[in-house]
């Protein structure tokens, strides 16, 4: 990772500007110097001297300081970096960019650059679905801005939730790397948006950089006789999102992918099979891995004795269908003796008791990360929106309903977290 990487905070006037202080630690953490702006309403959430301890350098926070002009203009300013990042991005500060306007130095600094810029939209969920809001995102997503978030959530005002938390100094962190590597954040790589962009998956210097993850994704299938089988509901949309994801944020991905409709991610080595077996054959040969995904819907039976020939109505009866156990692909490469993955992540779909079956699969299965959701009756099998738990030996962190590249994005950004704490302890 080079030192050398720089960006331009500018942040903005909302409650989540606290969190900058902690996204300014991490970046340093990382090699990522950052420079502030602090907007005049930023400025009454945090105060330029926090962000100027953390940062390592005085905090700009007016056009018209003959000082700051002094020191650097606001057009060298938003030149001499490689990225602008605005977080909070509030409502105001996000039409300002869409109609350009230019009345203090945050915006002014928008204007001038001539580097990207990423944004981390936050305010209340009525203002974020506002048409004028919603205007003003597709300009500048129209614009090449790049945006991370915002989540769903409870916000700061009393009994409000929805879209507008601004993502998390992780997740911001994460687009960061990826912005600084020349590719689009996750969310706008699963809307297509890498093609308007330079660079590509498998980035030298995303979080995952020199990693190799392993993804399993879809239903098996397992043959009754040569045209008919036993499936499940799954449509591996969260697998494949999560491959997506891992690919974006630099790792090296081997997707295992069962049968499904959705499109082998771009930048990905997909791996295509039909059963169980196959399934456990094509993961083994993929081979060691510093993570492993197991987010597949593995067929728990198979036929016992699956029939070479099309069955026949031919008066016998019905056909006696035993059924045997599958291999648990999780479980074996969890419980590895050599050459198990730092990482094993598996998932719980239940329809009752979600997070207590999850922390009984976790300790039976010997995976070191249970995603659970709930699949009774909710469309998550197939729908496009997930609400997950993550449950491990510390336990259990619950998310809210998010679109699943969302719950993607930030998996792969806390896998990456629980990889380079681990490596830190070693
Ligand atoms: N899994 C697997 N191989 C299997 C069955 C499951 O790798 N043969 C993995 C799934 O990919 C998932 C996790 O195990 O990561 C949990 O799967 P789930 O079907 O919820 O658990 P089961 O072991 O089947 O338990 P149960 O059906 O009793 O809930």
Redesign the pocket.
């Known amino acids: 990772m080079s030192a050398s990487r720089s960006i331009l905070l500018i942040i903005g006037g909302g409650i989540a500007a606290y969190k900058c202080l902690e996204l300014i630690r991490r970046l340093k953490d990382r090699g990522i110097s950052s420079r502030c702006i602090l907007t005049k309403a930023g400025a009454e959430f945090v105060t330029p001297l926090a962000v100027s301890s953390l940062a390592g350098e005085r905090c700009f926070t007016d056009l018209f300081s003959l000082t700051d002009e002094a020191d650097i203009g606001h057009i060298a300013l938003s030149r001499s970096t490689d990225l602008l990042v605005v977080a909070p991005a509030t409502a105001d500060l996000i039409a300002k960019m869409a109609t350009g306007l230019a009345n203090d130095l945050a915006s002014t600094a928008l204007l001038a650059t001539d580097k990207r810029v990423l944004i981390a939209p936050a305010m209340n969920p009525r203002m974020w679905q506002h048409p004028a809001t919603r205007r003003n995102m597709a300009q500048l997503e129209k614009d090449g801005i790049l945006v991370v978030g915002p989540n769903s959530g409870a916000m700061a005002e009393r009994g409000e939730s929805g879209p507008g938390r601004m993502a998390e100094p992780a997740e911001i962190l994460a687009a960061i790397e990826l912005a600084l590597a020349g590719e689009a954040t996750t969310q706008q790589r699963a809307i297509g948006f890498l093609g308007r962009l330079p660079g590509g998956a498998g980035s030298p210097q995303g979080p995952l950089a020199g990693r190799h993850v392993l993804v ?1 994704s879809g239903p098996t299938h397992e043959a009754i006789d040569p045209v008919r089988y036993i499936a499940n509901r799954s449509s591996g949309k969260q697998g494949h999102a999560i491959a997506a994801a891992a690919a974006a944020a630099g790792a090296r991905v081997t997707l295992v992918s069962g049968p499904v409709a959705v499109p082998d991610p771009p930048g990905v080595e997909t791996v295509h099979v039909e059963s ?1 077996r196959e399934m456990l054959a094509a993961v083994e040969a993929a081979l060691p891995a510093d993570i492993a995904i ?5 067929a ?1 039976w198979r036929v016992a004795d699956a029939a070479p020939e099309k069955m026949k109505k031919d008066g016998s009866g019905l056909p006696p269908l035993a059924l045997i156990e ?6 074996t490469v969890a419980h590895r003796p050599s050459g198990r993955p730092s990482l094993v992540v ?5 329809t009752q008791n979600v997070v207590a ?1 999850a922390q009984a ?1 976790l300790a039976k ?1 010997g995976c070191d990360l249970i995603v659970a959701n709930d699949v009774g009756g909710t469309g998550v099998m197939g729908g496009d929106a997930n609400t997950v738990h993550l449950v491990t030996r510390e336990g259990v962190e619950s998310w809210p309903t998010l679109a699943k590249q969302e719950v993607a994005g930030r998996l792969i950004a806390r896998v990456s977290e629980i990889i380079d704490a681990s490596k830190a302890r070693a």
């Open positions: 399993t169980a197991f987010a597949a819907a593995v728990d599958n291999p648990d692909i999780l479980a598996g998932f719980a779909a239940e079956f699969k299965k």
